[in-house]
């Protein structure tokens, strides 16, 4: 049995280790949401839409809203900037850095970051750049990608984390205890924020109508970033944006439980701007970077609601096929279906070369129902399909329609096929040269063909 | 079941057989028309229906499937209800013309689509039939699996709680059910290792709680597991649900499974 799908074949390569404890914590985290979010809410379902329909009614005047942000962020004392692309967010914030002088920063978790390779990007310009997320940190030791928007390393266990950590001499021995990993790292990151001249944030949500950056996280590492460091320079995609501070009450309850099963993150700080006169610390100077890099291409698309993502996860947690295959074979930052919708969109010109992934979907519908924001996931992706082949990408292992098409608008052919497909109950097909059926045959029986009987019985009784 | 009708009903309803059904199935069909018939409902079977057009819908060849779907459309026009023994298909014509016709509205597909229902959701909230009198013979545990097509809409509960009020009948909750079995149409024939991980875990959860019998409303689900669960040598008895409505029915002289 051969796949010849990317991501079908990258689950059959996935080590047993690797796709247990993708599968175990992805399944434990779509239980501890759906426990939560149901104690809380009597119907969460209404909430989820109408964090939708906001997120919708933003992204219907984005520019109106990108504008409010602005002036309030500026009125703060922020410095905002607007990236067109990868690369010029990657830019602007190098410059940004080098302004002021900086050599050395900490950064605290960012999908936005990652989606543009700030890291090594930063790295290789000079700048020395931790990532101080527990889970980002880990990444970065051992030269790995995150592998699902919230929980990065889903796809290690602590075993793992403990020869790392030993490797790399952040511990002088082995020891696999979680508690004493978190300590282990604890300690080592603490020197290194208090060296930074900067730290690097995304943003979970930026309010139009004051200007105030909402951050969530569990460790506080953003805050500790922030708190020697006289620089701040948020990344924000440009969808991020939400018109009023009262929004947040249905954003914040529905993020946490959907992310992680927490009513809300251990961690959720209010960015105001700027250390002001009487603040005692906190970074004098505060940029916000808004980054486009293909979000007005989606925008224009016939895919525009995977932009009300609030990056939780829930998605992800409850694929089944994620769960198989993990975030790795995605292919990109963003994986499972939100990646699916996603990629495939935002890196417009690898467009042919991420295709498949909006096919690797039973369209099961999971993710819509967990969907904080209620993005219809299935949908997106089956327009995707449709775009692929109008614009002729190849997909591999398809399975040709026209014939299908041909004999299902045809009623008589129809019904001849019917009772010929009888003629296979007593042909060896499991010796039949066709690569499709054999991969079926291979798992699974066939049931017998009983082609045409019912309308048969249905003649015989309408004849009575 | 050649019984008259309980209560003449004067209703009269488009069967949607499903491809399925048409080529391994026919005893699902048979069993919608026996069932709709003993509740009244006249069952007429337009001979020229195929498919829904699914499987090249789902494949992305909107082009194709919008061909088939077309042709179904003109094959079950009129103003009686179309009744299908599938939540897929039934899903098909309600959502899935919706996307495909999106660039070029078409009258009949709307009705197509206004007028479609799974047969239990029928049953349950069309026919407001809300409890069934049926018996088995045993105690029976049933491991019922609400097929993805259906999220979202009432044949779940439907027929959790019309199998529940048959008598003897347990429907048994198992884990994680809120996951998809893998079949997936093409999908498992694109995704064959996904797809046959996929069920394996699904069956493992369902026959956990040690099930006599495995019951959908989708015979396409069920044709996977089934084939899945031969090949593993555990293999179950597995029914649609509207054969379990038949097959229970008490009436005179007549065995139960």
């Keep these: 049995m051969i796949g010849t799908q990317p991501i079908d074949l990258y689950a059959r390569k996935i080590s047993d280790e690797k796709q247990g404890s993708v599968l175990d914590g992805s399944s434990k985290g779509t239980e501890k949401r759906y426990e939560v979010l149901h104690k809380d809410y009597a119907d969460p379902d209404s909430l989820r839409k109408l964090a939708g329909a906001i997120k919708d009614h933003t992204l219907h005047h984005l520019g109106d809203y990108l504008a409010k942000a602005e002036a309030a962020l500026t009125k703060r004392g922020a410095k905002v900037h607007f990236a067109a692309t990868a690369e010029d967010a990657r830019q602007e914030i190098l410059s940004i850095l080098r302004g002021h002088g900086v050599t050395q920063l900490t950064k605290s978790k960012s999908m936005a970051a990652e989606e543009i390779h700030l890291n090594p990007f930063l790295i290789e310009n000079g700048i020395e750049?931790?990532?101080?997320?527990?889970?980002?940190?880990?990444?970065?030791?051992?030269?790995?990608?995150?592998?699902?928007?919230?929980?990065?390393?889903?796809?290690?266990?602590?075993?793992?984390?403990?020869?790392?950590?030993?490797?790399?001499?952040?511990?002088?021995?082995?020891?696999?205890?979680?508690?004493?990993?978190?300590?282990?790292?604890?300690?080592?990151?603490?020197?290194?924020?208090?060296?930074?001249?900067?730290?690097?944030?995304?943003?979970?949500?930026?309010?139009?109508d004051t200007g105030r950056l909402t951050l969530v996280t569990n460790e506080g590492n953003s805050r500790f970033g922030m708190a020697p460091a006289p620089v701040?320079?948020?990344?924000?995609?440009?969808?991020?944006?939400?018109?009023?501070?009262?929004?947040?009450?249905?954003?914040?309850?529905?993020?946490?439980?959907?992310?992680?099963?927490?009513?809300?993150?251990?961690?959720?700080?209010?960015?105001?701007?700027?250390?002001?006169?009487?603040?005692?610390?906190?970074?004098?100077?505060?940029?916000?970077?808004?980054?486009?890099?293909?979000?007005?291409?989606?925008?224009?698309?016939?895919?525009?609601?995977?932009?009300?993502?609030?990056?939780?996860?829930?998605?992800?947690?409850?694929?089944?096929?994620?769960?198989?295959?993990?975030?790795?074979?995605?292919?990109?930052?963003?994986?499972?279906?939100v990646g699916a919708v996603l990629s495939p969109l935002l890196f417009g010109d690898r467009f042919p070369e991420l295709a498949d992934l909006p096919k690797a979907s039973s369209l099961c519908g999971a993710c819509n129902e967990v969907c904080p924001v209620d993005i219809p996931i299935p949908d997106l992706l089956l327009r995707l399909r449709d775009k692929a082949k109008r614009e002729g990408v190849h997909s591999p292992a398809a399975v040709p329609m026209t014939p299908f098409s041909a004999l299902a608008t045809s009623p008589s052919l129809w019904r001849t096929a019917m009772t010929m497909s009888k003629a296979m109950n007593h042909l060896p097909i499991h010796v039949a040269p066709i690569k499709p059926l054999q991969d079926w045959l291979g798992q699974r029986t066939l049931p017998e063909s009983r082609g045409g009987d019912f309308r048969k019985w249905m003649k015989t009784r309408q004849s009575k | 079941m050649s019984t008259?009708?309980?209560?003449?009903?004067?209703?009269?309803?488009?069967?949607?057989?499903?491809?399925?059904?048409?080529?391994?199935?026919?005893?699902?069909?048979?069993?919608?028309?026996?069932?709709?018939?003993?509740?009244?409902?006249s069952v007429d079977f337009p001979e020229n229906q195929t498919c829904c057009s699914q499987p090249a819908f789902n494949s992305?060849?909107?082009?194709?499937?919008?061909?088939?779907?077309?042709?179904?459309?003109?094959?079950?026009?009129?103003?009686?209800?179309?009744?299908?023994?599938?939540?897929?298909?039934?899903?098909?014509?309600?959502?899935?013309?919706?996307?495909?016709?999106?660039?070029?509205?078409?009258?009949?597909?709307?009705?197509?689509?206004?007028?479609?229902?799974?047969?239990?959701?029928?049953?349950?909230?069309d026919l407001n039939i809300r409890t069934w009198p049926g018996k088995f013979a045993q105690p029976t545990r049933i491991a019922f699996h609400r097929s993805c097509h259906s999220r979202g809409t009432k044949t779940g509960e439907a027929v959790r709680t019309l199998l529940s009020s048959i008598e003897n009948a347990e429907v048994v909750p198992f884990g994680q059910s809120e996951q998809c079995c893998g079949f997936g149409g093409t999908f498992s024939v694109t995704f064959p290792h996904i797809s046959g991980q996929m069920g394996t875990l699904k069956l493992d959860h369902m026959l956990e709680i040690r099930p006599d019998m495995l019951v959908g409303t989708d015979m396409s689900c069920l044709m996977h597991l089934n084939g899945l669960a031969q090949n593993q040598g555990r293999a179950i008895p597995q029914f649609h649900a509207i054969q379990i409505l038949r097959d229970t029915l008490v009436k005179p002289n007549q065995s139960n499974p």
Aim: charged letters at 25%; hydrophobic letters at 35%.
């Design chain 1, 129 to 208: 750049c931790l990532e101080s997320d527990l889970g980002e940190f880990i990444v970065q030791l051992d030269n790995d990608e995150p592998s699902h928007i919230v929980k990065p390393i889903i796809h290690k266990n602590r075993r793992e984390i403990a020869r790392t950590f030993q490797r790399e001499g952040i511990a002088a021995d082995y020891n696999d205890d979680p508690e004493t990993i978190t300590r282990r790292a604890r300690v080592h990151l603490r020197e290194k924020y208090m060296l930074a001249q900067a730290g690097i944030t995304g943003a979970n949500f930026v309010c139009a």
């Design chain 2, 4 to 41: 008259p009708s309980v209560r003449p009903l004067n209703q009269r309803v488009l069967l949607m057989g499903t491809c399925l059904c048409d080529a391994f199935f026919d005893d699902v069909a048979k069993a919608t028309v026996e069932v709709l018939e003993h509740l009244g409902v």
């Design chain 1, 232 to 337: 701040h320079i948020a990344l924000v995609g440009i969808e991020k944006v939400i018109p009023r501070e009262q929004d947040l009450s249905v954003f914040l309850n529905l993020l946490g439980r959907s992310a992680t099963g927490q009513q809300l993150t251990v961690y959720t700080e209010f960015i105001n701007g700027p250390k002001s006169a009487n603040q005692p610390d906190g970074p004098e100077h505060m940029h916000v970077v808004f980054m486009d890099n293909g979000r007005t291409d989606v925008l224009a698309s016939n895919c525009r609601e995977i932009l009300r993502c609030i990056r939780c996860g829930a998605c992800q947690n409850v694929c089944p096929v994620y769960r198989q295959a993990s975030g790795h074979a995605y292919r990109s930052t963003y994986g499972g279906p």
């Design chain 2, 60 to 125: 992305g060849d909107w082009e194709s499937s919008r061909k088939v779907a077309r042709h179904c459309a003109e094959v079950f026009a009129g103003e009686v209800p179309v009744i299908v023994p599938s939540g897929s298909c039934a899903a098909m014509n309600r959502h899935g013309n919706k996307l495909q016709f999106e660039e070029e509205p078409n009258a009949s597909i709307d009705s197509l689509a206004k007028r479609t229902r799974e047969v239990i959701d029928f049953i349950f909230n």
